[in-house]
């Protein structure tokens, strides 16, 4: 009898030993606290903002100038004349500039000009230049007459937009909108990424005759 009693408690016993083998560790009481302890990623640095700004007193002006010269051409270069406030002044450009331009697009013939300038009034006069043709030995001159007005404020940032010469057949010269291209040379140019305050003013033409 005693010996049944016996076997039956060492069986009990053996039992809840392996029951608790088999059973899952409990969790630490301290997990929870080393999860939250744990450091979180730093936030993204915000994104420092470049614009460009005028001197006190005085405005900036972007424009872009460029041609295109007739096929085979060589040595080419163009040299627009304007006045304002500060009297009659010049910019030039040669076949060797260059305007960057999207990726897959070809880029502009000319240069991104950016320019620190008095307030006031102003007037394109004229663009001219010359070119080599292709198979002559004389060098071909243009001159095209403008004419174009516009007036900048002080402290202004301003975009004259794109003065383009076409020197195949009879040369002409226009004033168009290309931003897209423009602020994309600006950006790679100076790292400029805000331009919201860049004020478009084309320059508008005036009529003809005007002193030269």
């Known amino acids: 009898m005693n010996r049944s009693l016996i076997a039956c408690a060492m069986a009990a016993l053996l039992a809840m030993h392996a ?3 088999d059973a899952p560790a409990a969790a630490s009481a301290s997990a929870p606290a080393e999860a939250a302890a744990e450091p979180k990623a730093p936030p993204a640095p915000p994104v420092e903002l470049k614009r460009l700004s005028a001197p006190e007193g005085r405005a900036v ?30 910019v030039s450009v040669k076949a060797r500039d260059r305007v960057v331009n999207f990726a897959g697009q070809p880029p502009g013939v ?81 790292e400029i990424n805000d331009m919201s305050n860049l004020q478009l003013r084309l320059p508008q033409p005036s009529g003809l005759p005007y002193p030269y």
């Open 19 to 21: 029951q608790a083998e």
């Open 110 to 190: 000319g240069k991104l000009l950016q320019l620190t300038v008095p307030p006031g009034p102003y007037l394109m006069r004229y663009v001219y230049g010359s070119y080599q043709p292709k198979d002559a030995d004389k060098r071909r001159e243009f001159w095209i007459p403008l004419g174009h007005r516009y007036t900048v404020a002080p402290n202004e940032v301003v975009y004259l937009g794109n003065l383009h010469v076409v020197l195949d057949g009879t040369p002409v010269a226009v004033v168009s909108d290309l931003r897209a291209r423009d602020f994309y040379a600006l950006a790679q140019q100076d």
């Open 61 to 90: 002006t972007i424009s872009s100038l460029t041609f295109d010269a007739p096929p085979g051409a060589s040595d080419a270069y163009a040299i627009l004349v304007y006045e304002g406030p500060g009297g009659v002044k010049q």
